[in-house]
C-alpha cells in the first residue's frame, strides 16, 4: 500500500473521527449540563411543595389543593401529592407526553423508603422528560410524597439545534477537521463549564447567580434558559417566604392578643363582673380580625387557584347604588359627605358580588382614610369601550413612593398604624386580583388638591335588544 494511500486512509480516519467527536462530545456535555439544571431546578421546587404541604395539620385533598392553589406549577407537566397510602390527594395533569408511570412508581418508592429526593431525566425525541419524588415527613416519619414530571421540549430543540450545527461545520469544514474541532470543543467546553460553574452555585443555595455565557448560538441559549429556571426558583422561593411569613405574622398578633386576655381572666382572683366583659370583649374583637384576615386569606386563595369564572351581564349602576346605600350610614357616622354621579347604561360581563366587594371596598377605603367634613364621589361613566368606576376622595392620600406597592399583599402605607385602623393590607390585593379574573384593572393616582383617585376599568358590555 503506498504512502498517498495510507495519508488518504488516515486523513478520512481523522476527518472521521473528528467529526465524530464534533457530534458527540459537545452535546453529551450539553445535554449533562440540562440534567444537573433540571435535577438543581425541579427538585428544590417539589421539596418546596413538599415543606409547604408538610405544614399542614391534616393532609386531606382539599386543604392540599388550597395549599398547591398558592404555588405556581404552570412550567409543570404533572403534580401529584399522595399520603403515606398511596392515595393521591391532590393531582394535576396537563401532558402526558412521554410519561412513563413505571419511572415514576420506581422513584416513589425509593423516595418513601429510603427518606431521600429522588430524580431522573431522560432525553429523548428531542425533549427532556424529569421526573422528581420528594418525601412528605411529619416527627420523622414519611407521610406522603409529592411527585412531578416536566415534559420539556424547548431545551431539547436547543441540543438539537446544537448538534445539527455542528454537523454542518463538520463536513463543511473536513480538510481542516482536526483543527477546527480541537478550537471548537475548547471552547465549547470553556462555555459549559460557565454554566456548570453557574449549577454548582445554585445548587449551593445562591439563587441569585446568573451566569454569563457570551453569543447567541445554543449553548447562550442555554444559559439564558438556566437563568429563566433560577429566576422562577428564586421568585417562588421569595414569594414563598413572604407569604408564609406575613400570613403568620397577622395570624400571630390577635391570637397572641386573646391568649393574653384570656389568661388575664384566668390568673386573676376575684375580678369583677365589668372587667371581664371588657376583657371578654376584647378577645371577640380579635377573634373578629383573627376571622377577617383567614377570610381574606382565603379569597386570596381561591383567586389564585384558575378554577373556571362565571360572568353575567351586571348593570354597574344597580351596584353601585346599593354601595352607596350600604356605606352612607358609616359616611355619616364619619362626617364624610358620600356623593354618587352614575350614568346609565353601563354593563360589563362580571359577577354582581365580585363587582359589589371591589367597589364597597374602595368606598369604604375611601371614607377610613378620610377627614371630618371630607368627601368621597363614587363616578360611573362610559369611556369608549370600556365603563370606568371611579372613586375620589379628599382624604390624607398616599406618599408617592408607597403607590407601586399598594397593591401588593400584606403591604400598608403607614406602618404605624393599628390593625384596626389599617387593615391588613390585603383589601386592594383582592379588589385588583377580582377585577383582573374579569377582564378589569385597577389603577390609583394622588389627586392635585389632595386625596386619591382609584380607578376600574371593565370591557363594556352592550345587552341584546
Known amino acids: 500500500m503506498g504512502i498517498r494511500t495510507k495519508f488518504l486512509m488516515a486523513f478520512i480516519f481523522l476527518a472521521a473521527a473528528v467529526i465524530f467527536v464534533l457530534n458527540t462530545y459537545p452535546v453529551s456535555i450539553s445535554r449533562d449540563t440540562v440534567f444537573i439544571s433540571k435535577e438543581n431546578s425541579i427538585v428544590p421546587y417539589t421539596a418546596q411543595i413538599g415543606g409547604s404541604v408538610e405544614m399542614l395539620e391534616r393532609m386531606t385533598p382539599e386543604t392540599v389543593s388550597q395549599v398547591m392553589g398558592m404555588l405556581e406549577t404552570d412550567g409543570l407537566s404533572r403534580v401529584s401529592v399522595m399520603n403515606a397510602n398511596l392515595d393521591e390527594l391532590y393531582s394535576k395533569r396537563d401532558n402526558a407526553t412521554g410519561y412513563d408511570e413505571r419511572v415514576i412508581f420506581a422513584l416513589l418508592h425509593a423516595a418513601m423508603e429510603n427518606k431521600t429526593d429522588e430524580f431522573r431525566a431522560i432525553y429523548s425525541d428531542g425533549a427532556f422528560m424529569s421526573y422528581a419524588c420528594v418525601p412528605i415527613m411529619s416527627g420523622g416519619q414519611v407521610t406522603g410524597a409529592v411527585c412531578v414530571y416536566e415534559y420539556d421540549v424547548t431545551e431539547g430543540r436547543i441540543i438539537s439545534g446544537l448538534r445539527e450545527d455542528l454537523a454542518k461545520i463538520s463536513v463543511g469544514l473536513g480538510a481542516l477537521a482536526l483543527i477546527v474541532g480541537l478550537v471548537l470543543s475548547q471552547t465549547l467546553s470553556y ?275
Not at 457570551?214 to 441559549?221: K, L, N, R, Y
Not at 429566576?231 to 403568620?248: I, K
Not at 351581564?313 to 359627605?337: F, Y
Not at 384596626?420 to 390609583?444: C, F, M, N, P, Y
Open 191 to 465: 462555555r459549559v463549564t460557565r454554566v456548570l460553574d453557574a449549577v454548582e452555585n445554585v445548587r449551593k443555595g445562591e439563587y441569585t447567580y446568573r451566569v454569563r455565557v457570551t453569543g447567541h448560538d445554543e449553548v447562550a441559549q442555554l444559559a439564558e434558559e438556566f437563568n429563566s429556571l433560577t429566576d422562577r426558583l428564586q421568585r417562588t422561593e421569595e414569594v414563598r417566604r413572604r407569604f408564609v411569613a406575613d400570613a403568620s405574622h397577622e395570624l400571630k398578633t390577635p391570637l397572641a392578643a386573646i391568649r393574653l386576655l384570656s389568661d388575664s381572666i384566668l390568673e386573676t382572683d376575684n375580678i369583677d363582673t365589668d372587667t371581664v366583659k371588657e376583657f371578654v370583649g376584647g378577645i371577640r374583637e380579635e377573634s373578629e380580625r383573627l376571622a377577617r384576615t383567614t377570610g381574606q386569606l382565603l379569597a386570596l386563595t381561591k383567586l389564585d387557584n384558575p378554577s373556571p369564572t362565571v360572568r353575567n351581564d351586571v348593570d354597574c349602576g344597580a351596584v353601585a347604588e346599593k354601595v352607596l346605600n350600604t356605606l352612607n350610614p358609616i359616611a355619616l357616622r364619619a362626617g364624610v359627605t358620600l356623593d354618587g354621579r352614575l350614568d346609565g347604561g353601563c354593563h360589563i360581563m362580571a359577577g354582581s358580588d365580585e363587582l359589589f366587594q371591589i367597589i364597597y371596598n374602595l368606598v369604604e377605603n375611601a371614607i377610613k382614610y378620610n377627614v371630618e367634613g371630607g368627601n368621597v364621589t363614587l363616578r360611573l361613566r362610559r369611556a369608549e369601550e370600556n365603563v370606568e368606576i371611579l372613586v375620589e376622595d379628599t382624604g390624607i392620600g398616599i406618599p408617592e413612593e408607597d403607590l407601586p406597592h399598594i397593591f401588593d399583599r400584606f403591604y400598608r402605607v403607614d406602618k404605624s398604624r393599628g390593625r384596626d385602623e389599617g387593615g391588613t393590607g390585603l383589601g386592594l390585593s383582592i379588589v385588583k386580583s377580582t377585577a383582573q379574573r374579569h377582564g378589569g384593572d385597577v389603577t390609583a393616582q394622588r389627586r392635585p388638591e389632595g386625596g386619591m383617585i382609584f380607578k376600574v376599568s371593565f370591557p363594556a358590555y352592550t345587552p341584546p335588544e
